[in-house]
T-cell receptor, first 115, second 116 residues
Framework: DGGITQSPKYLFRKEGQNVTLSCEQN?????MYWYRQDPGQGLRLIYY???????QKGDIAEGYSVSREKKESFPLTVTSAQKNPTAFYLC??????????????FGPGTRLTVT | AQTVTQSQPEMSVQEAETVTLSCTYD???????LFWYKQPPSRQMILVIR??????QNATENRFSVNFQKAAKSFSLKISDSQLGDAAMYFC?????????????FGTGTRLQVFP
């Protein structure tokens, strides 16, 4: 079945360590996104990529980095520069930046806890 | 910049009854898309319904329908015949129709409880 996978579901790290969250999709979607969700808040966009080898900062990119070497994969690295990294992270994808289907499909998310 | 506001942090409804969740947004654009997403306890985001701003007809998906008031910048979600499985967080989201701007702007969500 087509979909988006994120691994792991729960991730624990010590403060000061970088950590990479995985996001893979087999929907043949061109665009991929990373969102952060905190209690009492909606989803906020961290980074997005509309095509391989290209990506743009979202609203809260500081302390994060991404790469898009393959169409199927869009890993997110949470660096030690991110002041409040503990959060729920959601990956999403959509078919083409100019497609007529504007639905974003979401992965199951990764809960990151940094102590 | 566009903003999305959900003024009801929590709502509750009796099973089989109808409930309406509110959403307002602010934009200077004339063409855009609006969405309602559901996030159950599993935290998987699920698209409930979408509305194109250029369409006057309100979108409907089975028990879910919207009341889209473009001039008032209002986009409420009506859930009819509520079921226990409807209990979840509901997020309203906005997407510009300008090419190359695919990002969604979310409201803060409404937690819906359904009582038997």
């Amino acid at each position: 079945d087509g979909g988006i996978t994120q691994s792991p579901k729960y991730l624990f790290r010590k403060e000061g360590q970088n950590v990479t969250l995985s996001c893979e999709q087999n929907l043949n979607h061109d665009a991929m996104y990373w969102y952060r969700q905190d209690p009492g808040q909606g989803l906020r966009l961290i980074y997005y990529s509309q095509i391989v080898n290209d990506f743009q900062k979202g609203d809260i990119a500081e302390g994060y980095s991404v790469s898009r070497e393959k169409k199927e994969s869009f890993p997110l690295t949470v660096t030690s520069a991110q002041k409040n990294p503990t959060a729920f992270y959601l990956c999403a994808s959509t078919r083409g930046s100019r497609g007529r289907t504007y639905e974003q499909y979401f992965g199951p998310g990764t809960r990151l806890t940094v102590t | 910049a566009q903003t999305v506001t959900q003024s009801q942090p929590e709502m509750s409804v009796q099973e089989a009854e109808t409930v309406t969740l509110s959403c307002t947004y602010d934009t200077s654009e004339s063409d855009y898309y609006l969405f309602w997403y559901k996030q159950p306890p599993s935290r998987q985001m699920i698209l409930v319904i979408r509305q194109e701003a250029y369409k006057q007809q309100n979108a409907t998906e089975n028990r879910f329908s919207v009341n889209f008031q473009k001039a008032a910048k209002s986009f409420s979600l009506k859930i009819s015949d509520s079921q226990l499985g409807d209990a979840a967080m509901y997020f309203c989201a906005y997407r510009s129709a300008v090419l190359g701007t695919d990002k969604l702007i979310f409201g803060t969500g409404t937690r819906l409880q359904v009582f038997p």
